[in-house]
């Protein structure tokens, strides 16, 4: 397993763009990587994951096209480009690892065994 540090959150109009960054304790060239996300009053829910090879990504449909991930095995750290921020967007995001990850990555929050401490996005309309 290893440690994992976000930061990028903030508050922002409906509209804006926010870069979210994690960056792992080690190496994460084996790890399946992703975001996850829980609103308020809300169950978590997946967000983008990848497979540890980045040959398999997947997104939420409530972001497709207006978020991007991005991973950089060198400095162990990976990345949500959020643009087009809605409202319904606010949340606190979490970066998270599986070690042991299958060839397609899971979208199920219990398949991640390392989980940063979360950082909150908050758009305003």
């Known amino acids: 397993q290893v440690q994992l540090v976000e930061s990028g959150g903030g508050s922002v109009q409906a509209g804006d763009s926010l870069r979210l960054s994690c960056v792992a304790s080690g190496r994460i060239t084996s790890y399946a990587m992703g975001w996850f996300r829980q609103a308020p009053g809300k169950e978590r829910e997946f967000v983008v994951v990848?497979?540890?090879?980045?040959?398999?990504?997947y997104y939420a449909d409530a972001v497709r096209g207006r978020f991007t991930f991005s991973r950089d095995n060198a400095k162990s750290a990976i990345f949500l480009q959020m643009n087009s921020l809605k409202p319904e967007d606010t949340a606190v995001y979490y970066c998270?690892?599986?070690?042991?990850?299958?060839?397609?990555?899971?979208?199920?929050?219990?398949?991640?065994?390392?989980w940063g401490q979360g950082t909150q996005v908050t758009v305003s309309s």
């Open positions: 990848t497979s540890w090879n980045g040959a398999s990504t």
């Open positions: 998270v690892a599986d070690s042991n990850p299958g060839v397609v990555p899971t979208k199920n929050a219990l398949g991640y065994d390392s």
